[in-house]
C-alpha cells in the first residue's frame, strides 16, 4: 500500500464532474493523488488522469475510463496549482509505471513529437533516458542509445533528435530553455557513449553492443568475457536458435544527468548493467541474464504484437517490444511475473494501467510463459529444455 503523504497546501475553487453543475470544493494533491472535499468527497490516483487541458484559468482532467472534470475559479493559485498537478503527476507516472528513482534533470515544457503532430508537455533527461510526458498521449521513455545526434533548426526554433532507427524526435517551443535543454542533452548524451563504449569492451568485445537495442549474435560467439557468469547457460542457449544479445542499464547509482562526471568506475558500471541473452527456440523467446547471479531464466511465447510506442520503425518487434519494456522497469523482476494484488502492494502500482499505457509492458506480461530457476546446471537445463518441449508438442 502507498503510504499517506501530507498535501503540501490546499486551493479553493469550484468544481464539475462530468458536465454537470459547477460546485465549490478544496483540492489538495500529495503522494500522487489529487483529493477533492466539498464537490462529493472523493481521491484520483494521478495515474488515471489520460490527458490535461488548460483555457482560460479553466483545467481540464481527463480521467479514465471517460470522466471529464472541470476546474475553475482558482484565482491567483491558477499557476501554482497547474505546475504543481503536473509535477504530481509526472512523480506518479515515473514511480508507478517506470519504475524509476534516479534525479532527473528539470521538466522542460514544450512541444514534441516524432510525426507532423506534437503534443505538448514535458521531457525530462535522465542518465540513460529521456521520458516524455504528453499532456494528452500515454507517456514513452527513449533510451539515449536510440539517439544519434542532435540539432538545432533556426527556421522553427527546434531541436531534433534523429533516432537511430530513423525517426526524429522533434522538441520545440522551448523558448528561453532551449540552450538549456540543447546542453542537458548534450551532456547525457556524451556520458552515455563513454559508458556504452566501456561496456562494449567490458562485456562483449567481439560484439558492437549498444544499450537497450538487441543485437544477432555472430556464429560461433565466444562467451567467455570475465563478467559473464552464465557460460554454460549461454552456450546452451545459442544452442536452441537465433541468438540476440542486450545490455540495459539503471539509472540506480550514476550520477545525475547533468553531471560531466557521470561515468561511474568499472564495477560500478558492471553492477548497474545488464547483459542478457535473447534465443528465438521455436515459438518460444527466451532471456537469460549473463552477468547477475540473481535471475531466473524468463520464457515468453512468440506472437503478433502491438506496433511500438512510440511508432518506432524496428524490424524486429517483438525483441524490440521484451528489451524496451524491461528498461523501462529499471529492470526489476517482480512486474514481468507477479500477480495485479502483489504488484499493488510491493510497488503501489495498478497492472491495468501499466498495460494501457505501455505496449511494450503489455507484451512483457501477456506473453511471458515461465521461469526456469537456476537449481545447478543438469537441472536448470533440464527444465528448459522440458518447457521448450511443451511449446512444441
Not at 53 to 76: A, C, N, S
Not at 164 to 175: A, C, F, M, N, W
Request: proline letters at 5%; a negative charge.
Amino acid at each position: 500500500m502507498q503510504e499517506a503523504v501530507e498535501a503540501k497546501r490546499s486551493y479553493g475553487c469550484t468544481i464539475s464532474i462530468g458536465g454537470g453543475r459547477p460546485s465549490d470544493a478544496v483540492l489538495s494533491l500529495a503522494g500522487g493523488r489529487l483529493m477533492i472535499s466539498g464537490a462529493g468527497l472523493r481521491t484520483i490516483d494521478l495515474l488515471q488522469v489520460e490527458g490535461l487541458t488548460r483555457q482560460d484559468l479553466m483545467i481540464g482532467l481527463r480521467v479514465y475510463p471517460d470522466e471529464l472534470l472541470l476546474v475553475q475559479k482558482l484565482g491567483r493559485d491558477f499557476e501554482m496549482f497547474y505546475d504543481e498537478l503536473r509535477l504530481e503527476r509526472r512523480n506518479r507516472i515515473l514511480k508507478g509505471l517506470f519504475l524509476q528513482d534516479t534525479q532527473s534533470s528539470k521538466a522542460f515544457p514544450c512541444q514534441f513529437g516524432l510525426g507532423t503532430e506534437l503534443a505538448t508537455g514535458d521531457i525530462e533527461v535522465y542518465p540513460t533516458s529521456v521520458l516524455c510526458y504528453p499532456d494528452s498521449s500515454p507517456p514513452f521513455h527513449l533510451p539515449l542509445s536510440y539517439v544519434l545526434d542532435d540539432s538545432f533548426d533556426p527556421d522553427d526554433w527546434s531541436v531534433n533528435l534523429q533516432l537511430i532507427e530513423g525517426s526524429v524526435l522533434k522538441v520545440r517551443k522551448l523558448g528561453k530553455l532551449t540552450d538549456e535543454f540543447r546542453e542537458t542533452i548534450g551532456i547525457a548524451m556524451r556520458n552515455h557513449a563513454g559508458r556504452a563504449a566501456r561496456l562494449g569492451a567490458l562485456l562483449a568485445p567481439n560484439c558492437d553492443l549498444l544499450p537497450g537495442i538487441p543485437i544477432e549474435v555472430p556464429a560461433g560467439h565466444s562467451f567467455e568475457t570475465a563478467p559473464i557468469l552464465r557460460r554454460q547457460e549461454a552456450a546452451h542457449i545459442s544452442g536452441l536458435g537465433t541468438c540476440r544479445l542486450c545490455v540495459s542499464e539503471l539509472n540506480t547509482g550514476l550520477s545525475g544527468a547533468t553531471d560531466e562526471r557521470a561515468i561511474p568506475d568499472d564495477e560500478l558500471l558492471l553492477r548497474n548493467s545488464f547483459l542478457y541473452l535473447m534465443c528465438e527456440a521455436g515459438s518460444s523467446l527466451i532471456v537469460e541474464v549473463l552477468n547477475q547471479e540473481d535471475h531466473a531464466t524468463y520464457v515468453f511465447g512468440l506472437g503478433e504484437v502491438p506496433p511500438l510506442s512510440p511508432p518506432l520503425r524496428f524490424e524486429t518487434q517483438f525483441f524490440m517490444h521484451i528489451a524496451r519494456a524491461l528498461d523501462s522497469i529499471n529492470f526489476r523482476r517482480e512486474p514481468i511475473y507477479e500477480d495485479a494484488e502483489t504488484l499493488a502492494a510491493g510497488y503501489a502500482v495498478d497492472v491495468g494501467t501499466i498495460e494501457r499505457k505501455s505496449p511494450s509492458a503489455r507484451v512483457l506480461r501477456h506473453t511471458f510463459l515461465k521461469r526456469i530457476v537456476h537449481a545447478g546446471y543438469e537441472r536448470w537445463a533440464s527444465d528448459l529444455d522440458a518447457c521448450l518441449r511443451g511449446r512444441t508438442s
